[in-house]
């Protein structure tokens, strides 16, 4: 919605949560955008758009999904020449982290890498790294905190239990071990 408003160009908002594309369709008509952003559904490894028919690929934490690799690897090839991949990745801060945080990430993102490497995954990819930085933990709390105030809405609901078990062990690693991952703002540059 930022891109669109600060921006004022056509955004195309891939997602394959139809909920969350509602969210977004109703947030762009309440601000006046609906003829800028356009909500669809699709799967981010196989977006069914045409190679080099982007500018800018804006993604917050997808390519987690996909590993880094593999999601430079799909999206590279829909920027045009000089086009702009600006992503936030999984991201190790220590290159020794507590083993319980390995354990866990190497069950969500067995491929995390570290700021070094994956600056080297996105330079063997043929990319320009124009910039990078490492996102605040406030920005996990203020995750975290919409989340935790969400959880009592479920607690009732046997089919979500394990969900909202993993959500608070989740929190919990983070307040234990956050110090040594977190995301990095990647920007990225096809030549």
Not at 14 to 34: H, P, Q, T, V
Not at 55 to 81: F, M, Y
Not at 113 to 122: F, H, M, P, S
Request: proline share 6%; hydrophobic share 45%; aromatic share 10%.
């Amino acid at each position: 919605m930022l891109l669109a408003q600060t921006l004022q160009v056509p955004v195309l908002a891939l997602d394959a949560d139809g909920m969350a594309l509602d969210d977004l369709w109703e947030s762009a008509r309440d601000r006046g955008l609906l003829h800028l952003v356009k909500p669809c559904p699709g799967d981010m490894a196989n977006p069914g758009l045409a190679p080099e028919s982007l500018d800018l690929i804006w993604s917050e934490g997808a390519v987690t999904h996909l590993g880094l690799v593999e999601g430079l690897r799909c999206w590279q090839a829909l920027l045009c020449s000089g086009g702009v991949m600006a992503l936030t990745d999984a991201t190790w801060f220590d290159t020794d982290p507590p083993e319980e945080a390995r354990r866990a990430w190497a069950e969500w993102y067995p491929t995390m890498g570290t700021e070094a490497r994956n600056l080297q995954v996105a330079r063997d990819a043929g990319l320009k790294v124009l910039g990078h930085f490492r996102l605040p933990s406030r920005d996990w709390w203020d995750y975290y905190d919409g989340v935790a105030a969400r959880l009592p809405l479920f607690a009732t609901d046997e089919s979500v239990a394990s969900v909202i078990e993993g959500q608070k062990a989740e929190m919990d690693l983070y307040r234990r071990t956050g110090s040594s991952y977190g995301y990095v703002f990647y920007v990225l540059q096809k030549p």
